[in-house]
């Protein structure tokens, strides 16, 4: 009796455990997901959603054999190893990812390598809630808000209109607009590549028709993007530039972009004969 006591309390000694040796990366997490124009806001989702996904394999998970697995003491110590090399030159992004490496150890100890692989992608879909280095960030940023300020006054200049471009400051006929960070396309480009393998992982297709589907969000998301920054510039010329900065507006255009993005996923999914399973996964 007292050994089932013991076995049924180790995996949450585990557990509490890990939360006390990760407790500042947890911190460093939530911060990013919930600062002020965070790229990650939709971190905290992702762990529900692989819970959610996980929940939905109740009955495959039931049928499929545990097999506690001593590999798992590896994987963990070698996520452990990478905790500690990050931990001592402050490196939170990788002690992240040092953190996944041991949950996924966890899981192969306690419930064996054929349970892990059963679970594998909602395990690994814990990786979209790891914020990138910030120096990523604001580069990756600036090149995108370049971009997108280039070609959306190429567009511009098609319809006729007189626009011209300082970096990625934007001057048309009645008004100058500065294509700051948030319109970049970086932020939706994250949250849409996120809700681009999920939606891959989700329909029934092909493996190559899956890879298309999640490789086509990357241009979609962009070409969303692109539509929001041009709707943006004509607006302001046309009822000036203080219409711009009002933050409903600019809110209502970040919806914008996932709604026109979303339903072009969609769309390229039926085209590519993708179909939402009947049954449960």
Same mark, same amino acid.
């Given at each position: ?94 002690s992240a990812y040092s953190l996944f490496i041991v949950i996924v ?19 690994? #879909? $814990? +990786?979209?809630?790891?914020? !990138?280095?910030? =120096?990523?960030?604001?580069? &990756?940023? *600036? ?70 589907? #999640? $490789? +086509?969000?990357?241009?979609? !998301?962009?070409? =969303?993007?692109?539509?929001? &920054?041009? *709707? ?50």
């Open positions: 009796m007292r050994s089932k006591v013991m076995l049924a309390l180790k995996p949450g000694v585990i557990i509490l455990l890990t939360g006390f040796i990760y407790y500042p990366v947890l911190i460093w997490m939530w911060q990013r997901w919930f600062a002020a124009d965070s790229y990650y806001a939709h971190g905290p989702l992702i762990p529900l959603v692989s819970g959610v996904l996980i929940w939905l394999k109740r009955r495959k998970l039931a049928k499929t054999s545990r097999q506690p697995s001593r590999l798992g003491i590896w994987i963990i110590i070698a996520g452990l190893i990478l905790h500690i090399i990050s931990a001592l030159t402050c490196v939170y992004f990788t150890g966890i899981v192969v100890y306690f419930f064996g390598k054929k349970f892990t692989l059963t679970i594998i992608f909602p395990l690994c #879909f $814990l +990786l979209f809630m790891i914020p !990138a280095p910030m =120096a990523v960030i604001e580069s &990756t940023t *600036l090149k995108m808000k370049l971009f997108t300020a280039q070609v959306s006054v190429s567009i511009i200049q098609l319809l006729g209109t007189p626009v011209i471009r300082e970096g990625s400051t934007v001057y048309m006929s009645n008004t100058s607009v500065v294509v700051d960070d948030p319109c970049s396309g970086l932020k939706s480009l994250i949250s849409l590549s996120a809700l681009g393998i999920l939606y891959t992982y989700i329909v029934k297709a092909s493996y190559s028709r899956k890879v298309i589907l #999640f $490789l +086509l969000s990357i241009p979609i !998301a962009l070409l =969303a993007n692109m539509i929001r &920054t041009i *709707l943006t510039l004509l607006i302001a010329n046309s009822y000036g530039n203080k219409i711009v900065t009002d933050g409903l507006l600019h809110q209502g255009f970040g919806l914008m972009v996932f709604v026109i993005a979303f339903a072009c996923l969609f769309l390229a999914g039926r085209l590519l004969g993708c179909q939402f399973p009947q049954n449960d996964t």
